[in-house]
C-alpha cells in the first residue's frame, strides 16, 4: 500500500512558478498511475493532471495545459508537477494519488491512495 506526501506548496505572484512534489513510501510506486488533483474552497476536487506507471504518457485538463508539466522519476517514487505561469483561479489544496491503473486515468473512482494535500495560493 502506498503513502503518499505532497510538498513545494506556498504563496506565489501570478505569472509565478511552483514545483510540487509527491513522495511515495512504498515498495510498489511503479505499479500506479499517479494524479494530481486539485480543490478550491466551494468547489469539487478536479483532476489536474495523470500520468501513467511508466510516464510514457500524460493527462492535463484543459484550464492547465501548455503550463503545467507532470513528470515521474519511479526510482526515486516520486511524482512532480510543476507549475508555470500561475495565475489567482489556480488557487486550491493539491492532492496527489494513486491508482492501479496502468495508464493515466481521468477518473476520480481509479484513485485509490491519496496524500495530505499542499496548499497553493496565487495572488493577483
Known amino acids: 500500500q502506498e503513502q503518499l506526501g505532497e510538498s513545494g506548496g506556498g504563496l506565489v505572484q501570478a505569472g509565478g512558478s511552483l514545483i510540487l512534489t509527491c513522495a511515495a513510501a512504498?515498495?510498489?510506486?511503479?505499479?500506479?498511475?499517479m494524479g494530481w488533483f486539485r480543490q478550491a474552497p466551494g468547489l469539487e476536487r478536479e483532476l489536474v493532471a495523470a500520468i501513467s506507471r511508466s510516464g510514457g504518457s500524460t493527462y492535463y485538463a484543459v484550464s492547465v495545459k501548455g503550463r503545467f508539466t507532470i513528470s515521474r522519476d519511479n526510482a526515486k517514487n516520486t511524482v512532480y508537477l510543476l507549475m508555470n505561469n500561475l495565475k489567482p483561479e489556480d488557487t486550491a489544496v493539491y492532492y496527489c494519488?494513486?491508482?492501479?491503473?496502468?495508464?493515466?486515468?481521468?477518473?476520480?473512482?481509479?484513485?485509490?491512495?491519496w496524500g495530505q494535500g499542499t496548499q497553493v495560493t496565487v495572488s493577483s
Open positions: 494519488a494513486a491508482s492501479s491503473t496502468l495508464e493515466a486515468t481521468i477518473r476520480r473512482r481509479d484513485y485509490d491512495h
Open positions: 512504498g515498495r510498489t510506486f511503479s505499479n500506479y498511475a
